[in-house]
């Protein structure tokens, strides 16, 4: 029931409330990861409202090229959480942008290459969902392929995954408690992988490019004979899972949480889904911002490390938009 709180106040702290709450949530995370949420209805104001955003951001994001360039800071600091070197990540990028050799090794490593099926993943780095009709969608992808953006987000997003296998692999000949603290914290132990895991994931045979770097791959679980398959399977998915979540932190394009709290389960096509999806237009960048960084922040230890990460958040944040000014 109703509680006094902190300060007088009162504060609604009945726990089944709490936990139907979440569950819900729970289901509109689920809803728009599985697609059940994200399939348009068929309307007519929701095609017109779909096509609005697309001439919108053809129109508005011509120039969001400029401000990506804030993505190298935050790079550096999801490579910092992990231990890893923030050049060795930016590197790997500039040669992703000009090298096509280095595009087939991201290809080979099992990292998907989505702007050659859709430009969504670099508009939905500030519009969320990208569908509509569909020479309002040639629009807008027009503009993101043209202005350089899909390229930049693409090679940022393979370039942090490419080198965090990198650096898995380098430390495949470690026990578990002598992996580089960081990597031991805050990637395996945050989801959940023990010791146990971790001799399995070492001993996996790694892939090597034809520059002679080695990256262990997650998918290589999958094909090893010496265990059973639905452990292969398992191990598989939670590292790419891993990995692939912490790409989110080094090239924000998207929050699922922050948008299944904002749609609120709608869907597209239906009156009230075209309304948050217009009124939410151009703000996923702002809650994928929100629900990770900040959300890992508030989260961190408070014992100094959350006022460092807090000082490096806005220190470089503020520089990269001066930069991009």
Do not use: C
């Not at 924000?252 to 904002?262: T, V």
């Amino acid at each position: 029931g109703w509680k006094l709180g902190r300060f007088n106040r009162l504060a609604f702290r009945d726990a089944p409330d709490k936990v139907q709450g979440r569950q819900v949530l729970a289901r509109n995370m689920l809803a728009l990861l599985s697609g059940e949420s994200t399939r348009p209805a068929a309307s007519r104001i929701g095609s017109f409202l779909a096509g609005f955003r697309h001439v919108q951001t053809s129109a508005k994001l011509g120039g969001a090229m400029l401000s990506a360039v804030s993505d190298i800071g935050f790079q550096g600091m999801a490579a910092k959480h992990l231990g890893m070197g923030a050049g060795n990540v930016i590197a790997r990028q500039a040669k992703l942008l000009a090298d096509s050799g280095e595009r087939m090794t991201a290809l080979r490593a099992g990292v998907i290459a989505d702007e050659l099926a859709n430009v969504g993943v670099a508009q939905a780095r500030f519009n969320g969902e990208a569908y509509g009709p569909a020479i309002t969608e040639r629009l807008s992808e027009a503009t993101m392929r043209l202005s350089g953006l899909t390229r930049w987000t693409e090679a940022g997003r393979h370039a942090f995954q490419l080198e965090l296998m990198g650096f898995i692999a380098d430390q495949v000949d470690k026990a578990f408690d002598q992996l580089p603290a960081p990597l031991r914290r805050n990637l395996l132990e945050a989801r959940g992988f023990d010791a146990a895991d971790w001799d399995v994931i070492r001993s996996t045979r790694l892939h090597k490019d034809p520059s002679g770097a080695t990256f262990l791959v997650p998918d290589d679980l999958r094909h090893r004979t010496d265990i059973a398959p639905e452990r292969g399977d398992a191990l598989a998915l939670r590292l790419r899972g891993a990995i692939q979540e912490q790409a989110e932190f080094a090239i924000p394009s998207g929050s699922l949480r922050g948008r299944a709290l904002a749609l609120q389960g709608t869907r597209p096509g239906t009156f009230a889904g075209e309304l948050l999806r217009t009124g939410l237009m151009f703000k996923n960048f702002a809650l994928s911002l929100a629900f990770n960084h900040l959300r890992r922040i508030f989260y961190a230890p408070s014992n100094g490390t959350r006022a460092r990460q807090v000082a490096s958040f806005f220190a470089l944040t503020t520089l990269m938009g001066a930069a991009s000014i």
